[in-house]
């Protein structure tokens, strides 16, 4: 073990970030459905870590602790769901959540589109410009 001070700052922090993720995290509990399946939640992790310090001043002989060190560090942790493998019947299925924006978007519009047939539903093809 090193007796550089930025060496103690990032061994401690990786090892408390090592107990935020595990496998769990990425890979979700498996939930068990009343028709047999089998929905296995997944995750994508992303983690960023900084470390950072220096020495100002000199270091008194004789001295143990280093008192001219000044250091900290930082992590930040974001987990995304992604999606479900879903087990049936001896078959997986992948259920993709990534691309939620184009879900999001076919649902913003179903009020217009249901305005717009209920609209035109009991009009002419004249009364709808179909002509």
């Known amino acids: 073990m090193s ?3 930025i060496d103690k700052i990032m061994e401690t ?3 408390r970030l090592k107990t935020m993720v595990d496998a769990n995290t990425v890979m979700g509990t498996p ?9 296995l939640p997944f995750s994508k992790v992303s983690m960023g870590f900084v470390a950072g310090g220096g020495e100002y001043g000199e270091v008194p002989k ?3 602790l280093d008192p001219t060190f000044a250091g900290g560090s930082g992590a930040g942790l974001s987990v995304s769901p992604v999606g479900f493998l879903i087990f049936r019947d ?7 959540m990534e691309d939620k924006s184009n879900l999001i978007k076919t649902l913003e519009k179903l009020p217009d589109l249901a305005k717009s047939i209920i609209e ?8 709808r410009g179909e002509n």
């Open 3 to 5: 007796n550089n001070p």
């Open 120 to 127: 035109n539903l009991g009009n002419s093809p004249e009364e």
């Open 62 to 64: 004789n001295q143990i």
């Open 31 to 39: 939930i068990k459905s009343e028709d047999g399946s089998v929905i």
């Open 13 to 15: 922090s990786m090892s």
């Open 90 to 96: 001896g078959k997986c299925k992948v259920v993709n």
